[in-house]
């Protein structure tokens, strides 16, 4: 009985982090690309039940005895989003793997959001105002008159005249990145950029929507949801069942 509360504990403990992930990606649905994050739950280690003290056969393996689930680890999906049109010049979806490297106040950072603005020195920044970099690390200076970008994404001014490229870097393996916040990501223990994409699809124009389902994002919260509330019954069924067994042998 005592097991139950645990199951139904660790059951709701494991509900609440599911929603705050579901909810999380609801509030990000329209951020331009916003990469969703998943959970993946895992069973505490199975309690083996042995038959101890057997005559016939020593230690008889029973069965598995479950403890209930916890979170194993959050993860990004790195699917793509979809291109949306809004003929801005300054905007620019990767329609490749590759992410746009920026420099911030905390170093070097990587993102799919390409909703750009340029200052009024003609240098090219993101929303927040941290520089979009090129391919050797330089900040690109696209002027104030307009600029192009080719599928290569590079760079031309008003003139037509070179402007840089932009630096698309991909990774090896997307797993090593992590979320820091402003739709920004920084790889973990050491990992390094592959390199620049050589075929990094930029669309001008464009920006790439979210890769969150918001019908789907919404029945896996009512779900969630409805699997909490069962726990939580699981719960209260066994404090009842419990505080009656404690009372009967109080009559005794």
């Known amino acids: 009985m005592i097991r139950s509360f645990y199951i139904a504990g660790t059951g709701m403990m494991t509900q609440r982090s599911k929603m705050d992930v579901v909810i999380n990606n609801i509030s990000n ?76 106040p905390q170093g070097i950072q990587y993102t799919r959001a390409g909703n750009f603005q340029v200052d009024v020195n003609g240098t090219l920044l993101t929303q927040e105002g941290y520089y979009v970099l090129g391919t050797n690390g330089q900040q690109l200076n696209v002027g104030t008159y307009g600029f192009t970008v080719d599928g290569m994404g590079n760079l031309f001014d008003a003139n037509n005249q070179p402007a840089g490229q932009l630096g698309i870097v991909t990774f090896a393996d997307q797993n090593v990145l992590r979320k820091v916040g402003n ?37 896996d919260m009512m779900l969630t949801q409805r699997v909490y509330e069962s726990s939580q019954r699981i719960l209260q069924m066994t404090d009842e069942s419990l505080s009656r067994t404690v009372n009967d042998i109080g009559q005794f």
């Open 29 to 104: 649905a329209d951020t331009v690309g916003y990469r969703q994050d998943q959970m993946i739950t895992r069973s505490f280690p199975d309690l083996l039940l042995d038959r101890l003290n057997d005559t016939a056969i020593v230690n008889q393996y029973v069965g598995p005895q479950n403890t209930g689930v916890h979170v194993d680890e959050i993860i990004i999906d790195f699917g793509r989003g979809t291109p949306e049109p809004t003929e801005q010049m300054t905007d620019m979806a990767i329609m490749g793997d590759g992410f746009f490297t920026v420099q911030t």
């Open 183 to 219: 739709n920004n990501y920084v790889p973990f223990g050491g990992a390094q950029p592959a390199g620049q994409d050589p075929n990094p699809q930029v669309m001008q124009g464009y920006i790439e929507t979210s890769n969150v389902d918001i019908a789907k994002t919404v029945a």
